[in-house]
């Protein structure tokens, strides 16, 4: 099936310094690329999306960039807090339909005081 | 406005049994979709129902079922229950099908022994 490559597992930074995740995606009918954001006993909450014709999106202190050529999203997360401490998945819509998702596997983000 | 709700938010059951959970929308959406958490395979597409269709499935064996109600409620059903099966089982509703924004509810814990 079509794949959702999201890198890396694992992010460890100090509060105030930036985050970045990259993902990758197969299915170059994909045109939906929404974030989400998972806290222990939660289920995933929506950060940010962006759809393919837009190459940019920013929200305050998150961004996310699409490359449809390349095939490949990031987010971008500035000045960390604490509180942004999660597990942050990348997602693409199977085709161009939207209402279904392929989730990476996620990037468990500690961000340390 | 209420988010989505999913009860039970955890339930027990031995192998072979069968479970029945529930989802209830955010009011108004008409698309809901259920997704697996596992450590291992992380989120995976079950099925999407939109006005009680089913429109969309995923790659999992024909002992996972769902059906949706005219008031946009969903059900899904997990027959012969297998251990692998114990999952976090994630529902998420948007407006409409075709690129609109997804939300999830807390989940269902599933545990089988």
């Known amino acids: 099936g079509e794949n959702v490559e999201q890198h890396p597992s694992t992010l460890s930074v100090q509060e105030g310094d930036s985050a970045v995740i990259k993902c990758t995606y197969s299915d170059s009918a994909s045109n939906y690329f929404p974030w989400y954001k998972q806290e222990l006993g939660k289920g995933p909450q929506l950060i940010i999306d962006i759809r393919s014709n837009v190459g940019e999106k920013k929200d305050q202190r998150i961004a996310v960039t699409l490359n449809k050529t390349a095939k490949h999203f990031s987010l971008h997360i500035t000045e960390t807090q604490p509180e942004d401490s999660a597990v942050y998945f990348c997602a693409a819509s199977f085709g161009n339909s939207g209402y279904a998702l392929n989730f990476g596997k996620g990037t468990s983000l500690l961000v340390t005081p | 406005k209420a988010g989505v709700t999913q009860t039970p938010r955890y339930l027990i059951k031995t192998r072979g049994q069968q479970v029945t959970l529930s989802c209830s929308p955010i009011?108004?959406?008409?698309?809901v979709s259920w997704y697996q958490q596992t450590p291992g395979q992380g989120l995976q597409f079950l099925f999407e129902?939109?006005?009680?269709?089913?429109?969309n499935k995923g790659n999992f064996p024909g002992r996972f079922s769902g059906r949706q109600f005219s008031n946009s409620r969903s059900e899904m059903n997990v027959s012969t229950l297998e251990l692998g099966d114990s999952a976090l089982y994630l529902c998420a509703s948007s407006t409409w099908m075709g690129g609109e924004t997804q939300y999830f509810g807390p989940g269902t814990r599933l545990l089988v022994l």
């Open positions: 129902y939109f006005s009680e269709t089913q429109r």
């Open positions: 009011s108004g959406h008409r698309s």
